[in-house]
């Protein structure tokens, strides 16, 4: 059975196979920083009337922490480094706290049900494109 690799030792394995300036020639093409075109949206537009999910505990944790302003405004923009940020914090959270916020989903799911009893829960499938 082999020896499990470190990411140090596979940082030297790709160091050892790659020269420093193999991994960009003089020709390899840099765009100017400069304004970017606008990005697509993921989001699909919700129809009128549509009613969103109660909150889980983690969206309710992740909401909180936004809020409360935990992180610097350099990561702030960036939503990718921010969710890891968050999500680190949760998994290390110890479970006593987890519990509250757990409580707290339960109650926003109570409150949820109050203000919208017929809701129910169906996730619409998308075709999928062939």
Do not use: C
Not at 6 to 23: I, K, N, R, Y
Not at 68 to 77: D, F, G, T
Not at 81 to 100: C, D, F, Q, Y
């Amino acid at each position: 059975m082999p020896a499990a690799r470190t990411m140090d030792s596979e940082s030297q394995h790709f160091d050892a196979l790659v020269e420093p300036g193999d991994l960009f020639s003089q020709s390899t093409y840099m765009p100017p920083d400069g304004p970017k075109p606008p990005r697509a949206r993921h989001s699909r537009k919700q129809p009128a009337g549509h009613i969103p999910r109660p909150p889980n505990a983690f969206i309710l944790f992740r909401s909180s922490f936004i809020r409360s302003q935990r992180v610097s405004s350099e990561v702030e923009p960036s939503h990718s480094t921010l969710s890891k940020i968050i999500g680190l914090t949760w998994k290390r959270l110890p479970e006593a706290e987890r519990r509250v916020w757990h409580a707290k989903a339960r109650q926003a799911g109570e409150a949820h049900r109050r203000r919208f009893p017929a809701y129910a829960f169906r996730p619409a499938h998308r075709a999928r494109a062939q």
